[in-house]
């Protein structure tokens, strides 16, 4: 098959996926088109918003869809790396033997991952980065397709403990999931409170997600759309001597290069789903605040002034 013709099988296997899905979760069309988009593109996703949204809902019907393995991993203050990771333990002929911990799945879902300290939060960083686990020194590899979806309340909540930088970073996307609108939570109270269950047949399977991953990766983009990719992440680091007056007022750091590679990538699932065979600016366009919102660090002053990251983006574009 050609990579013209790929294209347009994933445009209709992403429209058919997106009418599985909304058998059972209302509206949020942007937020499943991110974590598809993150799941196309073998990133990862931080989902931020109030409890009871249905982000374990979602990302749970996103797996069978998918046709994937999924583990759910609830982040509590006293959850150990060993907890999520798998331990050795002595077997009968008192030879080490390693059990797996729940990390090891297709699909992750690292519920209110602030809620554990941060020795816990490091223990994801090798496997979301490395695709692999250390564990007394022998690496387990973990099997592809790896997402990590990862859901953390708002930071003001009680008994949280904020993601460092670092490891912000490491997420493609954070996606703000906001409330229905009154009409999707009728629907959400009518289709919830009745005794019919709704299933979700899987569209795909592990195999064809790893071939899709590798079409994206192939698709061409012209080095202009490159070039705006890089230059709209420079402009959001406020030590650049080219910074505008607007940046040096309300960002203390700008985002790093993984900005860059994640927008072009992004940009190119978004063109391929929309059935483009190449990326223009509109589709970093598309992509940039979900890419950029959790690299930026605002200032007090922004803060003072309640200038939200969206807004100093959307100024940016």
Do not use: C
Not at 196 to 218: D, G, M, T, W
Not at 260 to 288: C, F, M, W
């Amino acid at each position: 098959m050609s990579d013209v013709s790929a294209i347009d099988n994933l445009v209709q296997k992403h429209q058919s996926l997106k009418q599985e899905i909304a058998k059972v979760i209302v509206g949020q069309n942007e937020v499943i088109d991110q974590i598809l988009l993150s799941i196309y593109t073998g990133g990862h996703s931080l989902l931020i918003g109030v409890p009871g949204l249905a982000k374990t809902l979602m990302v749970n019907t996103i797996a069978q869809t998918l046709g994937l393995d999924f583990k759910r991993i609830q982040f509590t203050p006293d959850l150990m790396p060993s907890d999520i990771l798998g331990s050795e333990v002595l077997d009968q002929n008192r030879n080490f033997k390693f059990i797996k911990g729940p990390i090891f799945a297709n699909i992750i879902l690292a519920d209110e991952i602030n809620r554990t300290p941060p020795k816990t939060q490091a223990a994801l960083l090798e496997a979301m980065q490395e695709r692999a686990v250390t564990i007394a020194g022998q690496q387990h590899k973990l099997e592809p397709p790896y997402f990590v979806l990862a859901t953390q309340n708002p930071i003001e909540q009680e008994g949280t403990y904020p993601l460092p930088e670092a490891q912000l970073d490491r997420f493609m996307f954070a996606i703000e999931l906001k409330y229905p609108s009154i009409a999707e939570e009728i629907q959400v109270v009518k289709a919830t409170t009745t005794d019919v269950l709704v299933s979700v047949s899987p569209l795909f399977n592990a195999q064809e997600i790893v071939a899709v991953q590798q079409l994206i990766r192939r698709i061409p983009v012209p080095d202009n759309v490159i070039e705006y990719a890089v230059r709209l992440v420079n402009a959001t680091r406020p030590n650049l001597e080219s910074a505008s007056d607007y940046v040096k007022q309300y960002i203390d750091w700008g985002a790093g290069p993984r900005a860059s590679q994640n927008l072009i990538l992004g940009a190119k699932a978004h063109a391929a789903i929309n059935g483009k065979y190449s990326p223009d600016s509109e589709d970093v366009q598309a992509v940039a605040t979900g890419i950029l919102r959790h690299r930026i660090i605002k200032n007090y002053k922004a803060e003072a002034e309640g200038i939200s990251e969206e807004e100093i983006i959307s100024k940016l574009l």
